[in-house]
């Protein structure tokens, strides 16, 4: 059983940065592919960013170029740096991970940005 934990969401102003964390916790070991997630208000849920074990990364269109994933894979944590923030990224994140071929999912955090 994987358990995920987010933190770092809160409010900030456009343009500013802000950074969250996911740790996942459980009997585990390096888990294949981490990653953030988000849904918006009235919206479907949308991919931000994956990064693989190995390094793989993907952002979604929307914020390649201001954001930044990472992760150590010691921890098995997962980094979400965002910069220049935009009211459009106000959303709930939900940190993902998928190990042994199954999803696991955080409870999500809410980042709220303010124009």
């Known amino acids: 059983q994987v358990r995920l934990v987010e933190s770092g969401g809160g409010l900030v102003q456009a343009g500013g940065s802000l950074r969250l964390s996911c740790a996942a916790s459980g009997s585990i070991f390096v888990i294949n592919r981490m990653g953030w997630y988000r849904r918006a208000p009235g919206k479907q849920r949308e991919l931000v960013a994956t990064?693989?074990?190995?390094?793989?990364?993907y952002y979604g269109d929307s914020v390649k170029g201001r954001f930044t994933i990472s992760r150590e894979n010691a921890k098995n944590t997962v980094y979400l740096q965002m910069n220049s923030r935009k009211p459009e990224d106000t959303a709930v994140y939900y940190c993902?991970?998928?190990?042994?071929?199954?999803?696991?999912w955080g409870q999500g955090t809410q980042v709220t940005v303010s124009s």
């Open positions: 990064i693989t074990s190995g390094g793989t990364i």
């Open positions: 993902n991970g998928i190990y042994q071929d199954l999803d696991y």
